[in-house]
């Protein structure tokens, strides 16, 4: 593999969620990795946004962008735009061009395709969303083909009310699991006042992304997680050569079910899980991946401790470059499909030098 380095300055709403995945069909359309899940699962049993527990014990965090105890993400460039976006604007041909966009203590990744769709994993909280908007608008985009929503937290899914709102949309993929929170009710109720479905994410359901690229969901593989983090819809993309794993917040458990599904789990490139928290990225799943980069999207000086040392030390023991959003702001990799991967930051060189053939 080739690396290339560029720098750049209620009940209600549960019955609204089954409504939308039932209108949707929730099909498998393909082969099931893990046990199928049978339709419809039950709410979590939080009554209410919690603000998150702050410390870095790696615990799990329940609505962890909640505005409540959750600062106002700090951004990788001034203002809502990015620097990045001066030099990477609009999809090309034959590259698969993957934005991690600092959105502070959350996720959000626009994926741009070679045919030309793009792929947006999560948007991060609401604080986010003036910049995610921002973000969308310089790359050119204008409609989001495929739209993830791995889990129903705050910091994944607040910035995605305004973008259901504010841009076209294709389809809609998020796992069958509710969460009693104002902020997943009024993503549900964005969505259907687009007239929008919700296809049901979950192991073993593909993607239809054209143009030699192969999407499918890994995970998750059950419906009875006690933690809402392991139901997070875990996407495998393969480009040419190169694959990406993206994760979402899912922790050991879910780790551990597709490890024994029997999935493919290798990927140069893996979004690490829960923004570097020790809850996930177990040596044995990172045993399975095998990757060469590792993206870890966290807010700057967090209140979680994210990513935990003995994660960054795992990482770096097995050799892995790691990129960081709260160290490097906006980081964009591009995959031709030789298999030649470049990686463009905002705020400076990646963390370590890796110069793979």
């Known amino acids: 593999m080739r690396f290339r380095k560029r720098q750049f300055n209620s009940l209600l709403f549960i019955i609204l969620l089954s409504l939308l995945l039932l209108a949707g ?19 979590a049993s939080e009554p209410a946004e919690t603000p998150p527990q702050s410390g870095g014990d790696g615990g799990s965090v329940a609505d962890s ?11 990788g460039a001034e203002g809502t735009g990015s620097a990045v976006a001066d030099a990477v604007t609009g999809a090309e041909p034959g590259l698969v061009t993957a934005h991690f966009i600092d959105v502070g203590q959350g996720d959000a990744c626009l994926v741009e395709l070679p045919g030309g769709e793009t792929l947006l994993i999560d948007g991060g909280g609401r604080a986010a969303a003036e910049r995610l908007q921002a973000y969308l608008r310089e790359q050119g985009v204008e409609r989001i083909d495929h739209l993830i929503a ?8 607040g910035g995605l009310i305004g973008v259901v709102e ?13 969460h009693n929170t104002k902020t997943y009710e009024e993503f549900l109720e964005a969505i259907k006042r687009k007239g929008l479905r919700i296809t ?9 992304t054209g143009e030699g690229v192969e999407a499918v969901f890994l995970a998750p593989c059950r419906d009875d997680y006690k933690e809402l983090n392991d ?3 875990v996407l495998k993309l393969t480009y040419g050569p190169v694959s990406f794993l993206f994760t979402g917040d899912a922790e050991l458990e879910a780790e551990q079910d597709m490890l024994q599904s029997g999935a493919n789990l290798a990927a140069q490139i893996l979004k690490a899980g829960h923004h570097g928290s020790s809850t996930s990225s177990s040596p044995a799943f990172l045993e399975a991946v095998q990757p060469e980069v590792a993206v870890i999207s ?36 591009t995959v031709e499909h ?8 905002a705020g400076g060189e990646p963390n370590t030098d890796a110069s793979h053939e």
């Open 25 to 43: 069909g929730c099909s498998d359309t393909g082969p099931v990795l893990g046990p199928a899940l049978p339709g419809g699962q039950a709410p």
């Open 150 to 157: 791995t889990h129903p937290h705050e910091d994944h899914i």
């Open 200 to 208: 049901a994410a979950r192991a073993g359901v593909t993607m239809e």
């Open 338 to 345: 030789d298999g030649t991967i470049t990686v463009a930051t």
């Open 298 to 333: 966290a807010g700057k000086n967090n209140s979680y401790g994210h990513p935990h040392r003995e994660v960054v030390e795992r990482l770096t023991s097995l050799g892995v470059e790691i990129l960081r959003t709260d160290l490097l702001g906006d980081i964009v990799i």
């Open 166 to 178: 504010q841009f076209e949309i294709g389809k809609i993929y998020m796992p069958r699991v509710a």
């Open 231 to 233: 139901h997070s819809a």
């Open 65 to 75: 962008g909640s505005a409540a105890g959750q600062a106002v993400p700090e951004t």
